[in-house]
């Protein structure tokens, strides 16, 4: 619970950010006068020496629109200056994805960035770091503006540094998802069994050496559900939409996008331990 302020206390520290923040947007007091409306007088004994006497709530809400601050600054009521819609903005951001061009350089960035970290990811296809160059090939063929060799080198350098990261790797999908790749049905229609059968080895193999610090988990999506998402450790969670990601840096929703990456876990069909043994019967299936 906040302590109280008692009224002198209040008053001087709304004069002091009062000051402080006039100061800092270069308006005079006859200027900050005009846009809340008021009498020049009236700003210069808000900001008098030992003024014990609050102004009006209008005039406080004026006053901080006028100064870009927040009310509940001004007040004492906030450590944080921002007004409400600033703070949104530095919380949240949408920013315009290069998955229709080549392996996205954004996600990576942010991996990057979240090292140490444990980071929680549900892709939305087959996991583009676990991809062979043939997969990676067929997949990026009809982007005829950009090499399928860009998508490869890029998926090799985000192996790598899967490798030498001190960050934990935790992937959810659909169980759907695998066994429609091993069948070569829905989104995988048209890639032949060869290559589906190299693309499972290899993420056999990719699994053992890097597991446990590379887990998956596979859910049944009749049961649970999960749009495209990557959770960067309490530093940011990020939904994928297609065209455009939805970041958001604030602690309330990373931590809500992190609850249900765990949920999919606890909800999992196929657990961590149980992947490879899993991809070799998908293999052996492989027609």
């Known amino acids: ?20 923040a006039l100061t800092a947007s270069d308006l005079s007091r006859a200027a900050l006068a005009r846009q809340v409306g008021v009498d020049r007088s009236t700003i210069t004994q808000m900001l008098a020496e030992g003024e014990t006497r609050m102004p009006g709530g209008h005039v406080v809400a004026a006053s901080a629109q006028a100064l870009d601050v927040s009310a509940d600054w001004l007040l004492g009521l906030s450590d944080r200056p921002e007004q409400a819609g600033a703070l949104l903005d530095s919380s949240l951001s949408i920013s315009e994805t290069g998955r229709a061009t080549t392996l996205d350089d954004q996600i990576f960035e942010w991996q990057q960035e979240a090292e140490g970290y444990k980071i929680r990811h549900v892709p939305a296809t087959l996991p583009d770091v676990l991809k ?17 060799a860009e998508a490869i080198d ?71 559900y999960s749009s495209p998402i990557t959770v960067f450790g309490p530093k940011m969670a990020v939904i994928y939409m297609g065209r455009h990601y939805i970041a958001f840096r604030d602690r309330e929703r990373v931590q809500t996008l992190t609850r249900h990456f ?8 196929i657990s961590a331990r149980d992947i490879p043994d899993y991809v070799k019967t998908l293999r052996d299936q492989v027609r």
Do not use: C, N
């Not at 990676?136 to 090499?147: M, S």
């Not at 091993?182 to 989104?187: F, V």
């Open 154 to 224: 890029a998926a090799a350098e985000r192996l790598d540094w899967l490798r030498l990261t001190l960050s934990d790797y935790e992937m959810a999908l659909p169980v759907h998802e695998l066994d429609s790749f091993a069948r070569g049905e829905g989104y995988y229609a048209g890639l032949d069994a060869e290559t589906r059968r190299q693309q499972l080895d290899w993420m056999i193999e990719v699994y053992d050496r890097r597991y446990p610090g590379l887990r998956m988990f596979l859910f049944d999506a009749r049961v649970v």
């Open 1 to 20: 619970m906040r302590d109280k302020i008692d009224k002198r206390t209040r008053a001087s520290l709304f004069r002091e950010r009062l000051l402080t």
């Open 132 to 148: 062979t160059a043939d997969v990676l090939r067929w997949e990026y063929a009809p982007i005829t503006h950009r090499r399928p």
């Open 262 to 269: 765990d949920w999919l876990v606890r909800e999992a069909t």
